[in-house]
């Protein structure tokens, strides 16, 4: 169909704007990836998306349409990390630290049958500049359990957006949906959601891809926490809620930064704190529920700390 029936379906006002159907939105996307439609065509269509808010339907056409592109490995007992792509400025990325816990939690507790981690990460994207996924994962040696995903090669034709993405300098239905793409074929999945109704969103979004999901209110969108939270499951169509305070688990942790950098990251990583190790460990604790190891966080960490 010809592009600009799309944009007219997103940008001709209130009265008239309408949401594209499945067929519509994967067919536009497509459009977008395979650069069918000028670049000036793509960003007023992702715009005008943007301001009319995307509906469910037209969030999954958009995931939907992504599976064409995507080249999948195997690593089925895995947890995938669903970051953002427009980084961390408050506090550092824990991922290598929670990954080498759980490697000698496992070796430790042979009866516990051990699964890998699997992120995902690419350039920066908008709406903020934070230190990226990619930054930390390609900057150190990763433990043999934890797997990096770079977009530029899993999925060329949505990294290849990056330089449209900056001059839009906006969220687009995209930075919802490349949360969990899912390139290992995980059967476990944590994402972050910092506003609740986009909780079911989410499950309803990306919670068929995986055997267990995990949707907590981590730190600045992503699935590492670093305060008090809360986090949902759901089972049975229902989705429950639990909150969990740092207080109660003898945590206690206060710094925060005005804009971490890399090296601070990685210095952080080489020589963590106490309180900054315990909160490694509460995220290991959190992926061990994830996986269904442990059915209680609190219970996972006491395992955890021996």
């Given at each position: 169909?010809?592009?600009?029936?799309?944009?007219?379906?997103?940008?001709?006002?209130?009265k008239s704007n309408r949401d594209l159907t499945h067929n519509e939105i994967k067919d536009a996307i497509q459009q977008i990836l395979e650069n069918q439609c000028q670049r000036?065509?793509?960003?007023?269509?992702?715009?005008?998306?943007?301001?009319?808010?995307?509906?469910?339907?037209?969030?999954?056409?958009?995931?939907?349409?992504?599976?064409?592109?995507?080249?999948?490995?195997?690593?089925?007992?895995?947890?995938?990390?669903?970051?953002?792509?427009?980084?961390?400025?408050?506090?550092?990325?824990?991922?290598?630290?929670?990954?080498?816990?759980?490697?000698?939690?496992?070796?430790?507790?042979?009866?516990?049958?051990?699964?890998?981690?699997?992120?995902?990460?690419?350039?920066?994207?908008?709406?903020?500049?934070?230190?990226?996924?990619?930054?930390?994962?390609?900057?150190?040696?990763?433990?043999?359990?934890?797997?990096?995903?770079?977009?530029?090669?899993?999925?060329?034709?949505?990294?290849?957006?990056?330089?449209?993405?900056?001059?839009?300098?906006?969220?687009?239905?995209?930075?919802?949906?490349?949360?969990?793409?899912?390139?290992?074929?995980?059967?476990?999945?944590?994402?972050?959601?910092?506003?609740?109704?986009?909780?079911?969103?989410?499950?309803?979004?990306?919670?068929?891809?995986?055997?267990?999901?995990?949707?907590?209110?981590?730190?600045?969108?992503?699935?590492?926490?670093?305060?008090?939270?809360?986090?949902?499951?759901?089972?049975?169509?229902?989705?429950?809620?639990?909150?969990?305070?740092?207080?109660?688990?003898?945590?206690?942790?206060?710094?925060?930064?005005?804009?971490?950098t890399l090296e601070q990251n990685l210095e952080l990583l080489k020589n963590p704190s106490d309180a900054l190790m315990e909160l490694a460990q509460l995220n290991a604790a959190?992926?061990?529920?994830?996986?269904?190891?442990?059915?209680?966080?609190?219970?996972?960490?006491?395992?955890?700390?021996?």
């Amino acid at each position: 169909m010809s592009f600009f029936t799309y944009i007219k379906a997103v940008a001709t006002g209130p009265k008239s704007n309408r949401d594209l159907t499945h067929n519509e939105i994967k067919d536009a996307i497509q459009q977008i990836l395979e650069n069918q439609c000028q670049r000036e065509q793509a960003a007023a269509f992702l715009m005008c998306l943007r301001v009319k808010l995307e509906s469910n339907e037209e969030l999954k056409g958009c995931l939907d349409s992504f599976d064409k592109y995507i080249n999948r490995v195997n690593i089925p007992q895995s947890v995938e990390l669903g970051f953002s792509y427009d980084g961390k400025t408050d506090q550092p990325f824990l991922f290598p630290l929670t990954a080498k816990i759980l490697k000698e939690f496992f070796e430790k507790n042979r009866t516990i049958k051990p699964f890998d981690l699997v992120i995902s990460g690419d350039l920066e994207q908008p709406a903020k500049s934070g230190l990226t996924v990619k930054e930390v994962a390609t900057s150190i040696k990763l433990p043999d359990n934890l797997h990096f995903f770079d977009r530029a090669n899993y999925f060329k034709e949505l990294s290849q957006l990056t330089p449209l993405r900056k001059k839009l300098y906006m969220r687009t239905i995209f930075n919802t949906v490349e949360k969990l793409l899912n390139p290992a074929h995980s059967n476990y999945a944590i994402t972050s959601a910092f506003h609740k109704p986009y909780v079911k969103k989410y499950f309803d979004l990306f919670g068929s891809q995986y055997e267990n999901m995990m949707i907590i209110k981590g730190d600045e969108g992503n699935p590492e926490v670093f305060d008090d939270f809360k986090y949902w499951m759901k089972k049975d169509d229902e989705i429950t809620e639990q909150s969990l305070t740092l207080g109660s688990l003898g945590i206690n942790y206060s710094q925060t930064y005005e804009k971490i950098t890399l090296e601070q990251n990685l210095e952080l990583l080489k020589n963590p704190s106490d309180a900054l190790m315990e909160l490694a460990q509460l995220n290991a604790a959190i992926l061990l529920v994830v996986a269904q190891r442990f059915t209680h966080v609190k219970e996972a960490y006491t395992h955890i700390k021996g």
